[in-house]
């Protein structure tokens, strides 16, 4: 029998996320890891990237394409079965780039405990139909 909302056990975020809500959730899976059973840490960067991509081409309005990522930190191991949630915040914007702010949490498959894994900051351009770099249009 499936239980009613209200008596569901509600998941509850660490305090620094309460009300964000995540640009992009998946879960880990067995392709994505190496022989330990730890995730690798390019997945997760493309998952980060996919996520900052997603933010700023919301910000823009338009095609956009990843230039560099200016610093990159991993704090702890993704797991087969996680679910990975990638907070984003546009923490800077120039006359065609944007930078983007990426955290990772994981909530653990068998604890349910979220913790973060990974953050970084992340630099995407705006871009005409001929690839190259054009202004931000005003809003």
């Known amino acids: 029998m499936i239980e009613p909302v209200s008596a569901q056990k509600s998941l509850t975020l660490p305090e620094n996320l309460d009300g964000r809500?995540?640009?992009?959730?998946?879960?880990a899976m067995p392709?994505?890891?190496?022989?330990?059973?730890?995730?690798?840490?390019?997945?997760i960067l493309s998952q980060m990237d996919l996520a900052g991509g997603a933010t700023a081409y919301e910000f823009v309005g338009d095609r956009v394409v990843t230039v560099g990522i200016q610093a990159m930190t991993f704090y702890k191991p993704v797991y087969i079965g996680d679910e990975v949630s990638f907070y984003t915040e546009v923490t800077a914007s120039?006359?065609?780039?944007?930078?983007?702010r990426i955290e990772s949490w994981a909530r653990r498959r068998q604890t349910r405990e979220y913790v973060k894994v990974t953050e970084g900051l992340f630099t995407f351009?705006?871009?005409?139909?001929?690839?190259?770099?054009?202004?931000?249009?005003e809003k």
């Open 125 to 137: 351009v705006h871009i005409d139909e001929n690839r190259m770099p054009a202004p931000i249009p």
């Open 31 to 43: 392709a994505d890891s190496n022989a330990n059973g730890d995730i690798f840490g390019g997945w």
């Open 21 to 27: 809500v995540p640009a992009l959730r998946t879960f």
């Open 94 to 100: 120039g006359r065609t780039s944007v930078t983007i």
